[in-house]
């Protein structure tokens, strides 16, 4: 039933400022805190960004401080990851992750789409 779908990954150069999607559905939306994750082979999954359901608070990592913005469309079922001045060091898949806990926790992720920065 929920489904999410990132989507805006690809090959960007150092300094590119690529915006990625979370496409959701199968849940209300608008009720729901929204993460944005990333994971690089060999290492753990980093949560790098979370945002309320309102999309009136916002907690960022410290490696992508200032450097990030997540944001959302709760009339679209979107939240997105504004990323600035992309490093190599923040190649990584990244992926849109909902967090349940009335049933327990129930922890979803998307398929992920990946983000190359090189030149």
């Known amino acids: 039933q929920v489904q999410l779908v990132e989507s805006g990954g690809g090959l960007v150069q150092p300094g590119g400022s690529p915006r990625l999607s979370c496409a959701a559905s199968g849940f209300t939306f608008s009720s729901y805190a929204m993460n944005w994750y990333r994971q690089v082979p060999g290492k753990e999954r980093e949560l790098v960004a979370t945002?309320?359901?309102?999309?009136?608070?916002?907690i960022y990592s410290d490696s992508v401080k200032g450097q990030f913005t997540i944001y959302r469309d709760n009339a679209r079922n979107t939240v997105y990851l504004q990323m600035n001045s992309l490093k190599p060091e923040d190649t990584a898949v990244y992926y849109c992750?909902?967090?349940?806990?009335?049933?327990?926790?129930?922890?979803?992720w998307g398929q992920g789409t990946q983000v190359t920065v090189s030149s």
């Open positions: 945002i309320t359901s309102t999309g009136g608070s916002t």
């Open positions: 992750n909902l967090i349940q806990r009335q049933w327990g926790i129930r922890n979803y």
